[in-house]
T-cell receptor
């Protein structure tokens, strides 16, 4: 297993367009997390799944954002009607739910909204 | 309000010496703490973690110390190597694992040869 994989690595889009990112977690991990990181800040929690169930969403996740994990494997994060403030690094992580286990991060998708 | 604080934005040390990275937190419900290292254009890489039931955890050159009464943790790297140069993030969770991690802003460590 090569770890958490995110695609694309970079995305430039025009304001108002929709974008979708994909995350493939480590295969045996049943928890999957999405974070957002802006310049000079640490990652901020957006949402997480246990298998296909979305367990929690941050108030940072406006109604323009939607995340899915349809079969409990890969996940997608969609941003509708992008705004310049959405420009950030979007990070995906996965972990096993056995309590006290670390999350492993992918390389992230850098979104630039112009 | 920032629940996890890394008050020093940067640290520079000589190769072979000890690096000490500090982190303070305000939420007494945090019960699991992690350190991540991040290189430019890459995602964070897990380094070491500690549960609130412990006060020390060691893994090779990395040791994390937790002082619950002071709401403070530190990462010690001994000996420091040039390859350790990166941004280090402290993170915490109140759910016993990696759920809803709250990160500090990070600290840039430079290890000079």
């Amino acid at each position: 297993d090569t770890g958490v994989s995110q695609n694309p690595r970079h995305k430039i889009t025009k304001r108002g367009q929709n974008v979708t990112f994909r995350c493939d977690p480590i295969s045996e991990h049943n928890r999957l997390y999405w974070y957002r990181q802006t310049l000079g800040q640490g990652p901020e929690f957006l949402t997480y799944f246990q298998n296909e169930a979305q367990l929690e969403k941050s108030r940072l996740l406006s109604d323009r954002f939607s995340a899915e994990r349809p079969k409990g494997s890969f996940s997608t994060l969609e941003i509708q009607r992008t705004e310049q403030g959405d420009s950030a690094m979007y990070l995906c992580a996965s972990s096993l739910w056995t309590g006290g286990t670390e999350a492993f991060f992918g390389q992230g998708t850098r979104l630039t909204v112009v | 309000d920032q629940q996890v604080k890394q008050n020093s934005p940067s640290l520079s040390v000589q190769e072979g010496r000890i690096s000490i990275l500090n982190c303070d937190y305000t939420n007494s419900m945090f019960d699991y703490f992690l350190w991540y290292k991040k290189y430019p254009a890459e995602g964070p890489t897990f380094l070491i973690s500690i549960s609130s039931i412990k006060d020390k955890n060691e893994d090779g050159r990395f040791t994390v110390f937790l002082n619950k009464s002071a709401k403070h943790l530190s990462l010690h790297i001994v000996p420091s190597q040039p390859g350790d140069s990166a941004v280090y993030f402290c993170a915490a969770s109140d759910q016993g694992g990696s759920e809803k991690l709250v990160f500090g802003k990070g600290m840039k460590l430079t290890v000079n040869p």
